[in-house]
């Protein structure tokens, strides 16, 4: 599985088929493809509240799963940064589990999810955030 570096409301609006975005193939009509999806933004640091599980994936109507979701962008704001660090490392601090700081779904936040950071920031590749939809 590779993460999208940035997934937007607008491709969700648009109901882009996620096996094309991770690079599956849609045609194939293969149900049980990995997908892997990294969201923007978040709501700073202090502010998180859902531990793992957080997410929920609905097919045809019907809830099939509850994945944890992570992002890099804890801040929504100017891409990932030094606000998203104090964002991970106040999550870090309290010891709870929160599911958008746990990049490697150990079940847990950690010296592993810190280097996932690291290297995204060090990407270059993650200097935007989306806004209320994407361009």
């Not at 937007?8 to 599956?24: D, E, H, N």
């Amino acid at each position: 599985m590779r993460p999208l570096h940035a997934f937007c409301l607008s491709i969700l609006a648009a109901a882009f088929p996620l096996a094309t975005a991770v690079g599956a193939e849609p045609s194939a009509g293969n149900d049980t493809a990995p997908t892997c999806i990294s969201l923007v933004g978040s709501n700073g640091a202090g502010n998180a509240v859902t531990l793992l599980g957080g997410g929920r994936i609905f097919k045809n109507g019907t809830l099939i799963q509850f994945p944890t979701v992570s992002a890099y962008d804890l801040d929504s704001s100017s891409g990932v940064g030094a606000n998203d660090l104090s964002a991970w490392l106040t999550d870090f601090g309290t010891g709870n589990p929160y599911g958008r700081c746990d990049y490697d779904c150990s079940g847990g936040i950690g010296a592993n999810d810190l280097s996932l950071w690291l290297t995204a920031f060090g990407s270059g590749t993650m200097a935007i955030s989306c806004g209320a939809s994407c361009p």
